[in-house]
Structures are given as C-alpha cells and as structure tokens.
C-alpha cells in the first residue's frame, strides 16, 4: 500500500496513518509502541548550541519521523492532538512546584495555531501542568531559512536574534517558571534562540520540551 493509498484508507476508514490498520486514533497503539523513549525527564544539557534545561520525549526516526513528516509536510494535523497528547502526559513535575508559562515557538508572520503543532502541544502541557499557555509573547522578528535546508555550521547562527519578547509583554515573564515547546530538536539552535529572548525578561526557571531529538544532533562544541 503506497502513502495516498494510505492516507485515503486513513481518512475514510479510520486506519493508522502509519500502517494503515484499524485504528480510532491517528496513530494506532502498535505504531506507538514503536517510537523511541529519548530523555529520562527534566534535566541541564549541553547542546551544541548551548546549555539548556529540558528534555526531548523521542528519538526522531522510524515510525515517529514517519508521523512528524506527514504532520509538517503532509499537513495531516489530525496526528498533532494525538501527539501532544502523549507529550503532555509524558511530562513530570518541574524541579520548582510552580504553574507554569508555557511558550510555543513561533513562526514568522501569521500562524494558523490549528496548524502549528508547537501550539497544539503548549495548551496540552499548559493543562497538564495546571499552567497557562501563552501564544505571541514570544515572537519571531525575522525570517530564516528553515533549519533543515541549512549546514550543519550555519543552524547554529542561522536563528541567532531571530526571537524577541515585546516589552509590553515582559511583565507577563518575569519571576516565572517558562517551558519552551517545539517539535524536534537538532542543533538545540532554535531552542536556545528563544530561551535567550526569554531570560532578558527575569524569568525564575526556562525550560525546554521537544516531541522528539535527531541522533544527528551536532555534538557540543562544534
């Protein structure tokens, strides 16, 4: 069975989008069963583009990188409330008992929150953790070449100030415990791009969450 044919049998059927089985959900339980667990939990990493706190949920291969494609590429959002669903549940509690902000990254210029997984995921985690989900405090001032169209090198400069927090949206940062979301993490470069707007305006703690983590993540230090 060829993709089409399986997103038709997908859409018309309810069958996995992944395997094309019987299934009430996007993605069936024996496909899921089959994504990586990456990251134990919270904790400090060396990314080759800096330091941050956080973790990534999956490795970025096999039937996991097959959903996220279909999701960004394919436009099959169908599959991102299932998939911020199982990050959100895998999330535990912060090293501070605090509610948290939580911040999707964002894309430059209007974004379809319905569209932008990011988002779908930040009002999961938001629940979950009995936080507020904050869309726009973050913004991205700046287009970019998408990081997967660039060397390895260049990702790590190619976000660099590409983020900003507005000043009137400051007060809504300071003395907070922040997670930053995203999809999957390579470089770390996005990712400490936006935790770099965020610490200007005095949260208590930033955090990091991805879906998932590239083994081709660049070593630290590069």
């Not at 001032?141 to 590409?162: S, W, Y």
Request: hydrophobic fraction near 45%.
């Amino acid at each position: 069975m060829n993709l089409l044919e399986l997103l038709k049998t997908a859409l018309l059927d309810k069958a996995c989008f992944l395997c094309g089985e019987d299934s009430a959900t996007p993605v069936c339980a024996s496909c899921v069963a089959q994504f990586r667990r990456c990251d134990a939990g919270w904790a400090k990493r060396d990314l080759a583009a800096g330091s941050a706190t956080g973790f990534s949920l999956f490795w970025y291969e096999g039937p996991l990188r097959q959903a996220v494609l279909q999701m960004k590429v394919e436009g099959e959002f169908q599959l991102a409330g299932q998939l911020s669903t199982i990050l959100a549940e895998s999330v535990g509690p912060l090293p501070m008992d605090d509610a948290p902000l939580v911040l999707p990254v964002p894309r430059f210029g209007h974004q379809d929150p319905r569209h932008h997984f990011p988002s779908i995921a930040s009002e999961a985690v938001a629940l979950k953790l009995h936080g507020d989900c904050a869309p726009g405090v973050v913004q991205k001032v700046r287009k970019t070449t998408l990081q997967t169209k660039v060397p390895d090198a260049v990702r790590l400069t190619n976000v660099a100030g590409a983020f900003a927090v507005p000043l009137e949206m400051r007060e809504r940062l300071r003395h907070r415990t922040v997670i930053i979301v995203d999809d999957v993490l390579t470089s770390g470069a996005t990712i400490c791009a936006v935790q770099e707007a965020v610490l200007e305006a005095g949260p208590n703690q930033c955090f990091y969450l991805t879906l998932a983590r590239s083994r081709a993540t660049i070593p630290s230090g590069f």
